[in-house]
């Protein structure tokens, strides 16, 4: 397939598909910018709720960047990925500081901003200014091993380059935004993974993959390591006024900034196994040493509510709650602190804590 049969009926088929989401509403780069973030390992259903949200709170480049950032993260809690908030934060000041409030309109200022990678600048620039820098993410990987049959594994940088650099020569200048827009769609909707729609796509003609009954095989990815399974008991522990002990987290790593419920390694293997028969046995006896050196303090009592799994990209908690009564002597040191009932709303919490509480409530 020539370059402009394919890019013309990439174009014409993204025409008819299109959808109208409300940062498609204009050319306004800001409301891109946080879209392309919040898409990111998101999907657009999901996001919708959220960008409207966080729109109303934050119209403009200058009211995010004046925002505290425990503001802004509850404006995102929910979403997961916080270190993509953390980093549009950061960078958003700097557009504020520097720029005078303007996103820059260059691949190497734009690129320059804290956590901003080439696909969310192929992405900006691409559909706010017009310009033709392609924007590479999953979908478009998939699309393009696909359509020139790319043997080499898609989680490799010099993959990624490549699929840049042919995006690159077949990007229409005066219709930048719609073909990579169009390109990440077609990955979305039609050339899905495992079974891609071949029979729906406007590309078929043109596919190498297709064309050699090769698509189901392609891309190319070599299996990621398992992830890491951390068995953890979690402690609800009350006051007697009924507030809940919590605890924020480093400011690096893993659900970075966060609070949450303490939670410690289980002192033994098997722990997530215990059900209420179990608490009088030897390990429900360890439990209680864990608890007893967090209040420094024997507890009053103990039960176990019930065993949660959370998934994470590289290791799956599997945490058994408890539910603690202290003896009401213990006077929590950063980076703990008491919470009542009505302060929750000032706290942004980890997904999986928010289910905790959505389940004691
Ligand atoms: S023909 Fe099939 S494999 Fe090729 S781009 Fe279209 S959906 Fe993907």
């Not at 200022?109 to 696909?119: F, I, N, S, T």
């Not at 796509?201 to 095989?217: D, H, I, K, M, T």
């Not at 539910?323 to 709303?345: D, K, L, N």
């Amino acid at each position: 397939m020539e370059k402009l049969a394919l890019t013309s009926a990439l174009l014409d088929w993204y025409r008819t598909v299109r959808r109208d989401l409300p940062w498609r509403k204009s050319q306004d780069p800001y409301p891109i910018w946080i879209s392309e973030v919040m898409l990111q390992q998101t999907r657009v259903e999901t996001v919708i709720p959220y960008f409207d949200r966080f729109m109303k709170q934050y119209p403009t480049v200058d009211a995010l960047a004046a925002a505290q950032e425990e503001d802004v993260l509850k404006y995102w809690e929910g979403l997961g990925y916080y270190s993509r908030v953390r980093n549009l934060h950061a960078a958003v000041r700097e557009v504020a500081a520097k720029y005078g409030g303007e996103i820059p309109r260059t691949y190497e200022e734009m690129r320059a901003l804290p956590g901003v990678g080439p696909y969310t600048v192929g992405a900006v620039l691409s559909i706010a200014y017009g310009l033709p820098i392609p924007a590479v993410d999953g979908n478009v990987l998939r699309v393009i091993a696909r359509l020139f049959v790319l043997e080499e594994d898609i989680a490799h940088a010099r993959t990624r380059s490549k699929v840049e650099i042919i995006v690159s020569e077949l990007i229409p200048s005066e219709f930048a935004g719609d073909f990579n827009q169009a390109l990440m769609e077609l990955g979305a909707t039609v050339c899905i993974p495992r079974t891609p729609k071949c029979t729906e796509c406007p590309l078929a003609v043109g596919c190498a993959a297709y064309s050699s009954g090769r698509q189901s095989e392609l891309p190319y990815k070599k299996s990621k390591k398992p992830p890491r399974i951390e068995e953890r008991v979690v402690f609800l522990v009350r006051n007697a006024k009924g507030d809940v002990l919590i605890r924020k987290r480093p400011d690096k790593g893993l659900l970075s900034g966060l609070w949450e419920l303490p939670h410690f390694s289980a002192p033994t293997e098997g722990v997530f196994q215990l059900t209420e028969s179990h608490l009088t046995s030897e390990r429900s006896g360890e439990v209680w040493a864990v608890a007893h050196e967090l209040l420094s303090d024997a507890p009053r009592q103990i039960s176990f509510v019930r065993n949660y799994t959370h998934v994470f990209s590289h290791v799956i908690w599997k945490l058994t709650l408890f539910v603690v009564e202290g003896r009401g002597t213990f006077i929590p040191q950063s980076p703990y602190t008491w919470m009542s009932a009505s302060q929750r709303e000032q706290y942004t919490f980890g997904q999986v804590f928010n289910k905790i509480f959505a389940d004691l409530d």
